[in-house]
């Protein structure tokens, strides 16, 4: 019985290790670090200064491995969605849900766009980050 114990305990952690769930390129590029906004554009506009539509976008955004993230001033969640060609972020403080399309992500660069409904019309939204 007692040969038993450290056999049952080295396949346990075989297991358990073997068992570790893969991350894809595009998740670990998305998690690894901060980012900084770069360009917040409304129409080709930056649309980034105070009472600008993406004000609250500026600055530091994190997508943590959990799910959970802060992108600029918004506390949320984010998941990737459509085979993570697009990312979708969650926030109490959104009237909606933003589905983005992901055109670019490297180690050095985010560039998302979607189309944000406005009173005055839909305004076509490019947002690019750098890493921190």
Avoid at 34 to 54: H, P
Avoid at 113 to 122: D, I, K, N, R
Wanted: aromatic letters at 10%; hydrophobic letters at 40%.
């Amino acid at each position: 019985m007692k040969n038993i114990v450290p056999w049952l305990l080295i396949t346990v952690l075989v297991y358990a290790t073997s068992c570790k769930e893969k991350t894809s390129e595009r998740f670990d590029l998305l998690t690894s670090h901060a980012w900084t906004s770069d360009s917040l554009l409304a129409d080709g506009v930056d649309a980034s200064g105070q009472g600008e539509l993406l004000e609250k976008f500026k600055g530091d955004i994190e997508f943590n491995v959990d799910g959970s993230g802060t992108f600029g001033q918004y506390t949320g969640t984010w998941m990737f969605v459509d085979n993570q060609t697009n990312l979708v972020i969650e926030s109490p403080e959104l009237a909606a849900a933003l589905t983005t399309h992901i055109v670019e992500l490297t180690n050095k660069s985010l560039k998302v766009t979607f189309v944000y409904p406005t009173l005055e019309g839909s305004k076509n939204i490019r947002m690019t980050f750098k890493p921190k």
